[in-house]
């Protein structure tokens, strides 16, 4: 195309970390930024559309890796005893460990529905379904850390097809496992890839839209697509083997868009890879079909995407920041907040695998939940406050939790699969849809508490604090076989913890956000 834009914008010759605060900011008011080129180069158009669909589906393999442990480490599967002389019997769930089958071995027919049934782990081998969980939920703590070092150091794009391919390969590994410690280093690692999919696809899609179309990362998510994917999966293909290959699939597709997906032009300016930027925005000219940026207006824009504060100016200012009382009290509060939320929202979808039912059909329903949640959230902390908002779905997610710790404790075993099987599933997803509002909201909260200069670092502090939460859930499904009502008076205590600790924190709703304390 013969023409091309072309921005002349002046730029300070003064650098911003020398300049007073009013002469910093009609600097930066005056600079040249990415922003300013997206917009050029047609704003949200064919390449942003393109690559959000494509960034956003790196949830759906992600949710069904993640989530995948409630069908295939489930314990409602049949075994049978089988006596010497080659008679088979069933054997019922409440009798495996008893000596019902004395004069026999205790074995399950293929296919096999779960790991329970491939390797027996029932008895005093009943924990070791739950503790290949928690290592996939170790793996999923370590996983952002070890990605946005990747991200940072070798760029956007090989993080993000990294994930993929380790998430294929990882459930191609589990599909395979003729062993539990093979089983449990495929866990690991498919935990280290579903862990690194919010870094990988988040900060990757947020670098290719303007201002306006940049929440679309917070809003819109695809995860609940996954879940709902996973039941669908696991109700035609029951087999433990084929759901984990098949959990990949998407995963396998999205490696074939590699041609197609660039790298951050952000990224590489900030690299003072110029020429490799600029070649990256004509190519997204050419899907929009814009003129190119011309060649002064690349080095201008180099120039602006490098000129920024002292990195010791700023450094100095974070540990300045940590020393105030006021924030050290905020990130201790998110900190517990962040991990009561995480153990109930992740205990309760794996202690799904304990409640009777349609196993398929409980995953679709907590799929089909998780975005009216997400907009719940959205709508009550705009309409009533970030504090108020998180607090009562907290409380009602509490008031939920309290009657199943009561059912469990009143009733026994017999009587509650008779009487109030319907009456469990629905104060589960119920519990679980109030407590993912107050997660949505709580996410919003806590960047809004805490000023710029320290706000990623307490956004990490409190995944850490998740991910903490996160490797503690399968225990508490574990838990929950040998005391039933033992997992919801935890996550109730918690969550009412959390509630009073909350009541400290102060309303963010339609302040401006602060860069200093």
Same mark, same amino acid.
């Given at each position: ?9 002046? $730029? ?31 704003? @949200? ?63 399950? +027919? ?29 793996? #999923? ?45 495929? +866990?690991?690692?498919?935990? &280290? ?14 670098? @290719? ?34 759901? #984990? ?8 597709? &999205? !490696? ?39 060649? %002064? ?5 180099? %120039? ?5 504060? $002292? ?20 990130? #201790? ?46 709508? @009550? ?42 009456? !469990? ?7 679980? @849809?109030?407590? %993912? ?35 503690? #859930? ?44």
């Amino acid at each position: 195309m013969g023409d091309k834009i072309d921005f002349r914008v002046p $730029s300070p010759e003064i650098p911003l970390n020398k300049m007073d605060n009013n002469d910093r900011k009609v600097a930066e008011n005056n600079t040249l930024k990415v922003e300013n080129v997206y917009e050029q180069l047609g704003g @949200f158009s064919r390449f942003q559309l393109f690559a959000t669909v494509v960034i956003l589906c790196l949830e759906i393999p992600g949710a069904m890796v993640a989530l995948s442990p409630i069908l295939t480490t489930t314990t409602h599967v049949d075994f049978y005893c089988e006596t010497n002389d080659s008679s088979i019997s069933l054997v019922a769930k409440d009798d495996l460990c008893t000596n019902s089958c004395i004069n026999g071995e205790l074995k399950a +027919k293929p296919p096999f529905k779960s790991i329970v049934q491939e390797w027996n782990l029932i008895c005093e081998k009943s924990w070791i379904s739950d503790f290949l969980t928690s290592l996939f939920m170790i793996g #999923s703590a370590l996983g952002p850390l070890i990605t946005a070092q990747i991200a940072d150091r070798f760029g956007r794009k090989p993080a993000f097809f990294l994930v993929c391919i380790l998430l294929s390969a990882s459930g191609i590994f589990a599909s395979q496992s003729t062993s539990i410690p093979m089983y449990a280093a495929s +866990k690991l690692f498919s935990g &280290l890839a579903a862990g690194g999919c919010m870094v990988a696809h988040m900060n990757y899609l947020m670098e @290719f839209l303007t201002p306006s179309w940049r929440i679309i990362c917070g809003c819109v998510s695809l995860w609940p697509v996954g879940e709902m994917l996973l039941a669908l999966v696991g109700y035609l293909s029951p087999d433990w083997r084929t759901l #984990s290959w098949a959990s990949i699939v998407p995963a396998l597709l &999205l !490696i074939l868009t590699f041609p197609w997906l660039y790298e951050s032009p952000r990224w590489l300016l900030c690299k003072n890879e110029t020429k490799k930027a600029g070649v990256i925005f004509n190519k997204i000219s050419a899907w929009n079909n814009r003129p190119e940026i011309s060649e %002064e207006s690349l080095l201008l824009l180099q %120039e602006s995407v490098l000129r920024s504060a $002292s990195d010791k100016e700023v450094f100095q200012n974070r540990w300045t920041a940590f020393k105030d009382r006021k924030i050290l009290m905020c990130i #201790s509060i998110f900190f517990f907040a962040w991990f009561a939320n995480a153990l109930t929202y992740y205990g309760i979808s794996f202690n799904m695998k304990n409640i009777d039912g349609n196993p398929y059909l409980n995953v679709f329903l907590l799929g089909l939940l998780d975005s009216p949640a997400e907009l719940s959230g959205m709508y @009550f902390s705009n309409r009533f406050g970030r504090k108020s908002s998180f607090i009562g779905f907290l409380i009602v997610s509490v008031c939920c939790l309290v009657p199943l710790a009561g059912i469990h404790l009143i009733y026994d075993t017999q009587s509650i699969k008779m009487h109030f099987g319907t009456v !469990i599933l629905i104060l589960c997803l119920a519990a679980r @849809f109030f407590n %993912e509002t107050s997660f949505a909201i709580m996410t919003c909260f806590t960047g809004e508490s805490f000023p710029t200069i320290v706000r990623s670092i307490c956004f990490s502090i409190c995944t850490i604090a998740s991910s903490v939460g996160g490797v503690l #859930s399968p225990q508490m499904a574990y838990f929950g076989t040998f005391w039933a009502s033992g997992p919801y008076i935890v996550f109730s205590v918690t969550c009412i913890i959390s509630c009073m600790l909350s009541l400290k924190l102060e309303e963010t709703r339609k302040l401006p956000l602060h860069d200093v304390n």
